[in-house]
């Protein structure tokens, strides 16, 4: 059993649609963290979120922490074929250091 | 930036062998890491350490070993190779253990027959 849910797993969009991808738990993490992988490459960090209900944007990414610290999302806003990839949420638990992933969520982006 | 190289990125092995896979890291970071990746599970923490000379077990240490010699050099050896360890293998490092964000090799895609 995974820590950390990621749904959905599988996204297919058109280019310029919008999507979400979520990252759900049942417990509270210190901060948690967004990266996305491209075939054959390690995963890349995207970004950390460590307050609850913090809000950050990157571009036309935006990533929420939840209020509890126990889930996230990851919404992006006119999606291009760019933005195709594996997402992953990780978290670190509290006194902790070491990142628990989720299954990750594979988007694909058609031009 | 931070630079984490791991030694190769495909290897085949035969079942049974000894096997040796090699991570390193520029930026003088405390924490290494390696994961084991597999298409529905995500990333498994195999083994990691905090420091020179010291280890801990992950979530699945069977079958596994590591060495850190030196700081910047984190070595994942796989004592006697199955083909149920065929899997995309990760590297990663962070800065302390109050700075968890990870900067990730390119990864070593293991097939064992």
């Known amino acids: 059993t995974q820590l950390l849910e990621q749904s959905p797993q599988f996204l297919s969009i058109q280019e310029g649609e919008n999507l979400t991808v979520y990252c759900n738990s049942s417990s509270v993490f210190s901060s948690l963290q967004w990266y996305r992988q491209e075939p054959g490459e390690g995963p890349v960090l995207l970004v950390t979120?460590?307050?609850?209900?913090e809000v950050k944007k990157l571009k036309r990414l935006t990533f929420q922490f939840g209020d509890a610290r126990k889930d996230s999302s990851l919404h992006i806003t006119a999606a291009q074929p760019g933005d195709t990839g594996l997402y992953l949420c990780?978290?670190?638990?509290?006194?902790?250091?070491?990142?628990?992933f989720g299954a990750g969520t594979t988007v694909t982006v058609r031009a | 930036d931070v630079k984490v190289t791991q030694s190769s990125r495909y290897l085949v092995k035969r079942t049974g062998e000894k096997v040796f896979l090699e991570c390193v890291q520029d930026?003088?970071?405390?924490?290494m890491f390696w994961y084991r990746q597999d298409p529905g599970l995500g990333l498994r923490l195999i083994y990691f350490?905090?420091?020179?000379?010291?280890?801990e077990k992950g979530d699945i240490p069977e079958g596994y070993s590591v060495s850190r010699e030196k700081k910047e050099r984190f070595s994942l050896i796989l004592e006697s190779a199955s083909t149920n360890q065929t899997s995309m293998y990760l590297c990663a490092s962070s800065l302390t253990r109050g700075r968890t964000e990870a900067f990730f090799g390119q990864g070593t895609r293991l097939t064992v027959v």
């Open positions: 990780a978290g670190t638990l509290p006194n902790d250091y070491k990142l628990s």
């Open positions: 979120v460590v307050t609850g209900g």
């Open positions: 350490s905090y420091d020179v000379k010291m280890k």
């Open positions: 930026m003088d970071h405390e924490n």
